[in-house]
């Protein structure tokens, strides 16, 4: 890999989406280094895998210092560390607090995350920098009843970031971009819908979803690596859908008879 291959830094890179984000952006040749939650996600063996609590703002400056000393900027940033509604207890048993903590990680961290990569400067790899937040079709796209409320309040958070961002960043120097995937297979959406369901309504719920199936973390993967790629400007301030349709026909999963 040449010192000319531009910087990027995943948020929750260790499993589901953001795993298969650092595994796409290396396939493009990029440097990518990626956070993780110690006590969470384990030790990844991966030098380039660093420690990070969003609810943390002295670890978050200490992380973007280490990547200036280390690479000497950054230019493509993926905030895609979040909870759900049920990794959300991870953090916190009591459910009194679990509102304020899916807000304060994946709204807040997030906004955090934006502040400190737009403090630094890029390595000097031609073209735009990259901001890509992941949100949720649920709250970023569309509303979907039965779900916890803080969930799309804090994804809607992060839709509403993007284009405000979008809005003031105007010139060449930096793209900013939400993807709000829909049904995907990963252990925090297993967690959070499908393990609660029985058998025979897990079924029901996964023969609804468009297409009849789950989302791989591998079709979202690509998606993040064309939005980090020299192409995507087009789309600046884009809150995409990415649900395979759910977003434009949510009633396919709440509505339907399971």
Not at 210 to 219: A, F, S, T
Request: aromatic share 4%; proline share 7%.
């Amino acid at each position: 890999m040449t010192q000319t291959s531009p910087v990027a830094l995943v948020t929750g890179g260790a499993r589901g989406i953001g795993a298969a984000a650092v595994a796409q952006l290396r396939a493009q040749r990029l440097r990518v280094l990626f956070t993780y939650v110690p006590g969470f996600d384990g030790t990844p063996a991966d030098d380039d895998a660093h420690p990070l609590d969003l609810r943390d703002p002295a670890g978050i400056s200490t992380l973007f210092d280490a990547i200036v000393a280390r690479h000497g900027g950054l230019d493509v940033l993926v905030n895609n560390a979040a909870v759900g509604s049920a990794t959300v207890a991870g953090f916190s048993p009591d459910p009194a607090q679990q509102d304020a903590l899916m807000m304060q990680i994946n709204a807040v961290g997030t906004l955090s995350m934006c502040r400190g990569f737009l403090a630094l400067r890029g390595t000097g790899h031609p073209g735009p920098r990259k901001i890509i937040n992941i949100a949720s079709v649920g709250g970023g796209i569309a509303a979907f009843p039965g779900f916890a409320l803080s969930d799309g309040m804090s994804k809607s958070a992060v839709a509403h970031l993007t284009r405000q961002l979008a809005a003031e960043l105007t010139g060449p120097e930096v793209d900013v971009f939400a993807l709000c995937p829909g049904a995907t297979n990963t252990a925090m959406f297993r967690a959070s819908t499908l393990d609660p369901m029985s058998p025979e309504k897990r079924a029901g719920f996964l023969a609804a979803l468009p297409k009849g199936r789950l989302i791989e973390p591998v079709e979202i993967a690509t998606l993040i690596g064309f939005l980090a790629g020299p192409h995507s400007t087009v789309l600046h301030g884009a809150v995409i859908d990415a649900s395979m349709g759910l977003g434009v026909r949510p009633g396919l999963v709440t509505e339907a008879p399971h």
